[in-house]
């Protein structure tokens, strides 16, 4: 059985998956240097490849554990080869990107971009008021792994948070005090201090915060978006900064992505951008959950045991 692990893992890392599938051949490459002829012979992918398409060089796949938990691409009819199996990392990056999200929240309502900015002038300057915190209402758009890791943090931070996901509404967890569906956003949005997203890119997704519910929002709101940029329409988003109809927004993921140099979003007053690597291998630890991640796969794949994370095709979220 061949293995290729596409992503930048230690030698240490390689002893943990290696002896995970002993009788297994690894190939370690990054997915940037995989070529038509190593995926040809391979039967497990752990990892992501440059491009979904390149999986119809594959003859042999059985199954693709993807590095992160986004599944774009991977789940359109034809892409993945018939009866294999798609895993993604739900659970790597709840830690690393939830408090990405808090560290800029911090930034847009106590104005540390403004002090910063302060700073490198050399400029002993007070920017006036600053916003609380504590006693925010906090809209999640997205309960999965990094929600729910946002969401705790900010109930700890002494919030009111309302999670947003579109099933299991009869579960809720202990991160929010509200659990509601989908439908029930517009209701929600005119109530929200913060409004945080976390969700995959599909067809389902693409513009949840559009221009109507953009404008129902509190002028004093803050967005953060730390899943995919087509969840909100970036245009409405630009205008209602530019015309001061929202506090702020913290965006680590934008559409188009990356931004171009001449985009006025990177202008837009409150605006507060990163380019996409709340999540990545910023912190170490993720990348060390990813490879735990695998080698408990690997164990299960040699014991005939169900897989963790399992993708439902058709949803492109984890099955159950």
């Known amino acids: 059985m061949k293995i290729l692990v596409t992503p930048p893992v230690t030698e240490r890392q390689k002893k943990v998956l290696t ?5 297994a051949e690894f190939i370690f490459c990054r997915k940037q240097d995989v070529t038509e002829t190593i995926l040809r012979d391979v039967d497990i992918i752990l990892g992501n490849l440059q491009s979904a398409s390149q999986l119809a060089w594959t003859k042999k796949l059985k199954w693709i554990q993807l590095n992160n938990a986004g599944t774009e691409g991977y789940c359109e009819p034809g892409i993945l080869p018939e009866n294999a199996v798609l895993c993604n990392a739900t659970g790597a990056y709840g830690l690393a990107i939830s ?3 808090i560290g800029c929240l911090f930034e847009l309502r106590k104005k ?3 002090y910063y900015k302060n700073q490198l002038e050399h400029n002993w ?3 006036g008021f600053v916003d609380v915190i504590q006693g925010s209402t906090v809209l999640v758009i997205g309960l999965g792994d990094i929600g729910g890791a946002f969401a705790g943090k900010m109930k700890a931070l002494g919030c009111k948070t309302i999670g947003i996901r579109r099933r299991n509404l009869t579960q809720k967890p202990d991160c929010v005090d509200r659990l509601c569906g989908m439908q029930q956003l517009d209701e929600l949005l005119p109530e ?4 945080a997203l976390s969700l995959p890119g599909n067809a389902a997704t693409r513009h949840v915060l559009s221009r109507e519910r953009i404008a129902a ?5 803050v967005v953060i978006n730390v899943g995919r940029g087509s969840a909100i329409d970036t245009q409405a988003l630009c205008d209602a900064l530019y015309e001061g109809r929202l506090a702020g927004a913290a965006l680590d993921v934008t559409d188009p992505e990356p931004l171009p140099p001449e985009h006025p979003l990177w202008d837009a007053p409150g605006a507060l951008i990163t380019p996409h690597i709340s999540g990545g291998y910023s912190l170490p630890e993720t990348l060390e959950q990813i490879v735990g991640l695998f080698a408990e796969n690997l164990l299960r794949y040699e014991k005939g045991q169900p ?7 058709q949803t492109g979220y984890v099955k159950g």
């Open 99 to 101: 408090e990405h999200m």
């Open 217 to 221: 929002m509190k002028k004093t709101a």
């Open 192 to 195: 929200a201090d913060v409004v």
């Open 112 to 114: 540390l971009q403004h």
């Open 307 to 313: 897989l963790c994370n399992q993708i439902d095709l």
């Open 125 to 127: 300057k007070s920017e």
């Open 19 to 23: 002896d995970a599938a002993k009788d």
